[in-house]
């Protein structure tokens, strides 16, 4: 089993910034994938980031040169970093990882105001 554990999440302005963490704990060896995922109020889940084991990374189309994922392989943590935030991407963030089984953290709710 795998734990996921979100923090970072608050309340900023448009234009500002915000890192977002998400601490794995227990089987991490088996995850391959860890992604950032959001979902805004009447809004399906998206996927925002994405990293693999390797360091490869993907982006939406909608945050590509404003956010950034990364990975602290001796923390297990992987980081999504926020820049130019925009009151669209108001929404409660959530951590997943894929390994043998999905796993979701609890998420964290990140608002930009106009």
């Known amino acids: 089993q795998v734990q996921l554990v979100e923090s970072g999440g608050g309340l900023v302005q448009a234009g500002g910034s915000l890192r977002l963490s998400c601490a794995a704990s227990?089987?991490?060896?088996?995850?391959?994938?860890m992604g950032w995922y959001r979902q805004a109020p009447g809004k399906q889940r998206e996927l925002v980031a994405a990293i693999t084991s390797g360091g490869s990374t993907n982006y939406a189309d909608s945050v590509k040169g404003r956010f950034t994922i990364s990975r602290d392989n001796a923390k297990n943590t992987v980081y999504l970093q926020m820049n130019s935030l925009k009151p669209e991407d108001t929404a409660v963030y959530y951590c997943r990882g894929l390994g043998t089984n999905i796993y979701w953290g609890q998420g964290t709710q990140v608002t930009v105001s106009s």
């Open positions: 227990g089987s991490v060896f088996s995850i391959i994938l």
